[in-house]
C-alpha cells in the first residue's frame, strides 16, 4: 500500500482496518473450529442405544411388595417401562408415595370446584450385596381435575386424576433409573 505524506491518516485508516478485517476472520474460524470439538465430544445415543445399555440393570432390580392400590398402580406402570424382570435380583427398589389434593376454585353458580392433586414418590435404589445406596431422589408431578357437577363426578375424575400420575411418575422414575444406570455404563 503506497501512502502519500498528506494522506497518512486515510492510508493508517486502511490498514486498520486491514487488520480488524483480519482478526475477525481468525476469531470466526477459530469459533468454528472449538465448536467442532465441541460437538466431536459430545455423544449422541439414540434411545434403543440407552435402552440396550440399561435393560440388563432395570431388569435387576426388585420391585417392593404391595399394600395400598396406589402402589399397586405405581408397581404396574413400572413394570410396563421396564418390560420383564429378572428372577435373581441385584438391586431393591424402595418407594414412598404421597399425595395432597386442595380446592382451588368455584366456578360461579355451580357446586364445581376444580381439584389440584400434588403427588410425588420419593425412592431408594439399594445394592442388595452390598447394601450400599446407588441412588435415591424424588419425582413429583401435579394434575387438576374436577369442574364436573355432580360430586361422583369429581371423585371420578379426582381418581383418574391420581391414576394418571401414577403412570407419570413411573415413567419418570423409569427414566431417573436409567440416567443412573446410563452414568454408571460410561
Excluded at 44 to 59: C, G, I, M, Y
Excluded at 130 to 136: K, M, N, R, V
Excluded at 137 to 145: K, L, M, R
Aim: include cysteine.
Amino acid at each position: 500500500m503506497i501512502c502519500r505524506r498528506n494522506a497518512s491518516s486515510s492510508c493508517q485508516t486502511g490498514s486498520s482496518m486491514w487488520f480488524v478485517n483480519k482478526v475477525q476472520i481468525i476469531i470466526k474460524l477459530a469459533s468454528v473450529a472449538v465448536l467442532g470439538l465441541a460437538l466431536a465430544s459430545c455423544s449422541v445415543q439414540t434411545v434403543s442405544q440407552v435402552n440396550a445399555l440399561t435393560d440388563t440393570h432395570l431388569r435387576k432390580i426388585s420391585l417392593p411388595e404391595t399394600t395400598t392400590r396406589p402402589e399397586q398402580l405405581f408397581n404396574q406402570a413400572l413394570e410396563r417401562q421396564i418390560g420383564s424382570f429378572d428372577v435373581n435380583s441385584q438391586y431393591d427398589l424402595n418407594y414412598k408415595i404421597t399425595s395432597a389434593t386442595s380446592s382451588s376454585l368455584s366456578a360461579s353458580g355451580s357446586s364445581s370446584t376444580i381439584k389440584n392433586t400434588q403427588m410425588s414418590v420419593s425412592y431408594t435404589l439399594t445394592d442388595t450385596q452390598t447394601g450400599d445406596i446407588l441412588t435415591e431422589g424424588a419425582v413429583s408431578a401435579t394434575a387438576t381435575s374436577g369442574t364436573i357437577t355432580s360430586y361422583y363426578g369429581q371423585d371420578e375424575s379426582a381418581r383418574f386424576a391420581s391414576e394418571r400420575l401414577l403412570g407419570l411418575l413411573a415413567e419418570r422414575m423409569h427414566q431417573k433409573l436409567q440416567l443412573y444406570f446410563l452414568s454408571a455404563e460410561t
